[in-house]
Nanobody
Framework: QVQFVESGGGLVQPGGSLRLSCAAS????????MGWYRQAPGKSREWVAV???????NYPDSMKGRFTISRDNAKNTVYLQMNSLKPEDTAVYYC????????WGQGTQVTVSS
């Protein structure tokens, strides 16, 4: 069964940093690119970052220079380092394959507020 377990969210002040982690089931992690997504209240889920099996990365322009995605293939884990956080980064963050699988994890809440 495909599963994603996200962790590492929390409350952080503007300008602060957080590192999110996601443990993914091995079957999908070894086959697909992985991505981070987020959903803010009242908004659609959006793509945040993607990393291929080989380690190539890509980000929307609004995240470039602030967010860094990485993966540890030995641990079936993908990470998202978020720096210079802004209040508009407040959302529930999810990881999934890219393109995403139909199963989603519970996500991890990130709140950026003073």
């Amino acid at each position: 069964q495909v599963q994603f377990v996200e962790s590492g969210g929390g409350l952080v002040q503007p300008g602060g940093s957080l590192r999110l982690s996601c443990a993914a089931s091995g079957s999908i992690f070894s086959i697909y690119a992985m991505g981070w997504y987020r959903q803010a209240p009242g908004k659609s889920r959006e793509w945040v970052a993607v990393i291929t099996r080989g380690g190539s990365t890509n980000y929307p322009d609004s995240m470039k220079g602030r967010f860094t995605i990485s993966r540890d293939n030995a641990k079936n884990t993908v990470y998202l380092q978020m720096n210079s956080l802004k209040p508009e980064d407040t959302a529930v963050y999810y990881c999934n394959a890219n393109p995403p699988h139909q199963n989603w994890g519970q996500g991890t809440q990130v709140t950026v507020s003073s």
